[in-house]
């Protein structure tokens, strides 16, 4: 069975810093690029915001969150993370990761997403 179990979402205030942690199963996640996708409450569909290849070696980031969110990856614990840093209140969202479609590195490659984990940014 397919799993992603994402982590470590709470409530933070503006300018602070949180570590998100989803942890992948039920397949080999090292065979691919993974990403971290949200919802923000106004949102009707899951946007991706950032990526890291197979290795962790490269990343990517939309303009929402450069320069302020760092990808990371460990394939030992089949795990990729995402610290955030200066967050601000529209970095509120549920956030979830999944691996990515050989064919567009933005896109999901698989249906099932999880629960994934609330933040909330808020003063």
């Known amino acids: 069975e397919v799993q992603f179990v994402a982590s470590g979402g709470d409530l933070v205030q503006p300018g602070g810093s949180l570590r998100l942690s989803c942890t992948a199963s039920?397949?080999?996640?090292?065979?691919?690029?993974m990403g971290w996708f949200r919802q923000a409450p106004d949102s009707l569909d899951r946007t991706f915001i950032a990526?890291?290849?197979?290795?962790?070696?490269?990343?990517y980031y939309t303009d929402a969150v450069k320069g302020r969110f760092t990808v990371s990856r460990d394939n030992a614990v089949n795990t990729i993370y995402l610290q955030m840093n200066d967050v601000k209140p529209e970095d509120t969202a549920v956030y979830y990761c999944?691996?990515?479609?050989?064919?567009?590195?933005?896109?999901?490659?698989?249906?099932?997403w999880g629960q994934g984990t609330q933040v909330t940014v808020s003063s």
């Open positions: 039920g397949f080999t996640s090292s065979s691919f690029y």
């Open positions: 990526r890291t290849d197979r290795s962790g070696q490269s990343t």
């Open positions: 999944n691996a990515l479609s050989y064919n567009d590195f933005s896109k999901p490659f698989f249906d099932f």
